[in-house]
Structure formats: C-alpha cells, structure tokens
C-alpha cells in the first residue's frame, strides 16, 4: 500500500474528504518524525512503539574490493509491534 492508497481507506474508515484525510496522514508522519527527532518516542498501547536506537559504529567490507571499510555511529529509528497487531496478523 502507498500513501495515496492509505488515504483512500483512511478517509473512508473515518467517513473523512481525502483532503482531510491526507491532512491527518501527514501530521501523525511529522509528529512521529519530530518526537524521534528530539529523542522521544511514542507508544500507541495494542498497536506498537516507535522509538531511536543508537547504532554502534563498526567495521565492514566492500563486496567488489573486500576493502575493509569503517561505518559510523548512527541514530535508528524503530517501530516495535504490540500485542494487538500481532495478533491480528497472525490470525
């Protein structure tokens, strides 16, 4: 499913215009994106958590040269599914 399409079912689940919809769509993708951003994180209880981990720097190879080479520390963000979504896939 793309983003367009999510605001189609979105907008029909929630009996919204897809312009609301989509309004609704891009302000939960830019409070999740701005609470990760300031090291927050956001449980939404049954259906799961984003959150930032911190990626360790390490040391990796070049597949065409088998160059050893060295990647940097970086901030992951994570989405961690609850109880409530996994249930409902796995049915």
């Not at 499913?1 to 979105?10: F, G, S, Y």
């Not at 994570?78 to 996994?86: I, N, Q």
Request: hydrophobic share 40%.
């Amino acid at each position: 499913m793309n983003k367009n399409e999510l605001i189609a079912e979105v907008a029909k689940k929630a009996g919204l215009s897809k312009i609301d919809a989509s309004k609704s769509v891009d302000a939960f993708v830019e409070v999740v994106t701005t609470t990760l951003k300031k090291g927050g994180d956001i449980r939404l209880v049954g259906f799961g958590t984003f959150k930032v981990t911190k990626r360790a720097a390490s040391v990796g190879h070049n597949p065409r040269t088998g160059e050893k080479i060295k990647i940097a520390a970086c901030k992951q963000p994570k989405f961690t599914a609850g109880k409530g979504l996994k249930d409902a896939v796995n049915k």
